[in-house]
């Protein structure tokens, strides 16, 4: 097997197993899991999105280059959120205003970043999902998971300006609206972890 092909289903593997294991990181309220899984969903996208672009045909090949770019920002912003969650505001004492700005469970600047790193994966993903040409019945169903996904840049994009998520918010709301996004994504991974076992050079 290359490891172009490798490189893609491992990806995907390391995806759907990450996106798990958030899911049941909030489920038992156990931020610093949480806080890590979403690291290692936002290491295995960019690869997984790489994988997309270079196995396209060539007349979608700029669907899967804008793809890549855009699972680089969504990375970006996701690895400096969780991080400073995992370091800064974990290991120190902040100040109420600090506090404010840094801490995710405040729903300030970090948590709207967060947002906004998700509407730009959405994007990403509608991209990929233009370069699925193949008419197995896995692949339509991947072409279609990941197209639809797009939908979710609209919502992670506007929340955050309407300022619909507050500290003071009923925590279930917000776990409710994770673990529904984890039992539409986790497919995502499986069907690409198959999709690349099927891909040649």
């Not at 999105?49 to 793809?67: D, P, R, T, V, W």
């Not at 205003?97 to 948590?111: T, V």
Request: glycine letters at 6%; proline letters at 2%.
């Amino acid at each position: 097997m290359l490891m172009n092909q490798k490189i893609g289903m491992y990806s995907s593997i390391v995806n759907f197993i990450a996106v798990i294991c958030f899911a049941l990181s909030m489920l038992f309220g156990f931020d610093y899991g949480s806080y890590l899984s979403s690291m290692f969903i936002a290491f295995s996208f960019v690869p997984m999105m790489c994988g997309y672009a270079y196995f396209s045909e060539k007349g979608a090949k700029l669907a899967g280059y804008i793809s890549v770019s855009f699972s680089v920002i969504y990375t970006a912003i996701i690895l400096l959120v969780y991080f400073a969650q995992l370091t800064t505001v974990r290991q120190n004492e902040l100040t109420q205003q600090a506090a404010i700005l840094l801490d995710f469970q405040k729903c300030g600047l970090l948590f709207n970043y967060d947002l906004l790193g998700y509407a730009v994966m959405s994007l990403a993903a509608f991209f990929a999902g233009l370069t699925v040409t193949s008419q197995e019945k896995t692949d339509r169903w991947l072409k279609n998971l990941l197209m639809i996904h797009g939908v979710f840049f609209v919502s992670c994009l506007i929340a955050p300006m309407l300022g619909l998520f507050k500290a003071d918010s009923p925590t279930w709301i917000g776990i409710a609206v994770l673990e529904f996004w984890c039992f539409y994504f986790c497919p995502i991974g499986i069907l690409s972890y198959l999709h690349f076992s099927n891909c040649k050079e």
